[in-house]
């Protein structure tokens, strides 16, 4: 998959953490998230986090969701 450029996880509640090898995807430019569980979004968030190494060569990272009053949000992570 050394061509990939759009990545989504949709509905992957239970992944807690990036795959690994997602850092050698470099053509990767849109990484979308998708009502996945907030341990994997808090380890991309921010310049410190866990797992930002991995994924600091995408352009754009979107985090969508759902709130408890139904409305559904974008967040960008990149």
Not at 27 to 45: C, F, G, Y
């Amino acid at each position: 998959m050394p061509g990939l450029q759009n990545l989504q996880f949709l509905q992957c509640e239970a992944l807690k953490m990036l795959p690994d090898g997602i850092q050698h995807l470099s053509r990767l430019r849109n990484l979308h998230l998708q009502n996945v569980s907030p341990e994997l979004v808090s380890r991309i968030r921010g310049e410190e986090s866990v797992d930002r190494p991995k994924v600091q060569h995408i352009p754009t990272i979107n985090h969508f969701y759902t709130t408890s009053s139904g409305q559904f949000l974008k967040e960008s992570l990149s």
